[in-house]
């Protein structure tokens, strides 16, 4: 049998314990290798020899040293045929469906069913989709709206968004993301006209709609 071998990505080895864990109760699944940062998940990548030696990368969204879809889209441009299966604690509709339009094969919350990790693991790395019931209705959500609210951000805008209303301030984001303070500032006002938020508690507020309705939006 042909093991489909993995890398897991994730800056919490109790996470990394964890999935390894639930893995290895599949024969067919071998974690080769694991990384804690965006920049060491390109470097082991690119070690393996990309899709030549990884069946696939399961990646966490939230990542030090790199935002994980910064990361995504660092290695759909290096490796395209590596499928790339995204794992967040954050809400699938707020997340899944940019997560799939930058390149991963699929989408899911870090508190899955073991056995839907394993089925995930396994369709993305026969080159297939993954796309649970939630990230299904937030993909048709998001065509049926066309371009507005959070689907409208930038790539740079949106993870500005996602720590804005994480309660970060707009220093705290320009040393995260390597950006000066007064260019955090114009995306948050961009951010602001794109939402309709006026300020932001009514930004954390409409992150917090955005995640809870069942049209997502």
């Known amino acids: 049998m042909t093991s489909i071998k993995i890398l897991i990505g994730d800056d919490h080895r109790i996470v990394r314990e964890g999935l390894k864990q639930v893995l290895a109760d599949a024969p067919d699944i071998e974690v080769v290798a694991e990384a804690e940062t965006g920049p060491d998940i390109l470097d082991k990548v690119e070690a393996l020899g990309g899709h030549a030696g990884l069946a696939a990368v399961l990646l ?24 790339v299966l995204m794992l967040s604690t954050y809400p699938e509709k707020q997340y899944a469906v940019r997560c799939i339009k930058l390149g991963a094969a699929g989408y899911l919350n870090k508190s899955a069913h073991p056995d839907d990790m394993i089925a995930a ?28 609210g959070t689907e409208a951000l930038s790539h740079r805008e949106h993870q500005v968004f996602r ?55």
């Open 121 to 148: 693991v396994r369709k993305v790395a026969s080159g297939g989709m993954y796309v649970s019931a939630v990230t299904a209705e937030a993909l048709a959500s998001a065509v049926s709206r066309g371009s507005g």
């Open 60 to 83: 966490d969204i939230a990542l030090p040293g790199r935002d994980g879809m910064d990361v995504l889209q660092a290695l759909k441009k290096a490796w395209p045929l590596l499928p």
């Open 163 to 217: 720590l804005l209303t994480a309660g970060r301030s707009v220093g705290e984001i320009g040393a995260q993301l390597g950006l000066a303070s007064n260019t955090v500032s114009t995306y948050r006002q961009r951010i602001l006209e794109k939402t309709g938020a006026k300020n932001d508690v009514e930004l954390a507020l409409y992150a917090e709609r955005h995640a809870k309705s069942p049209a997502g939006s």
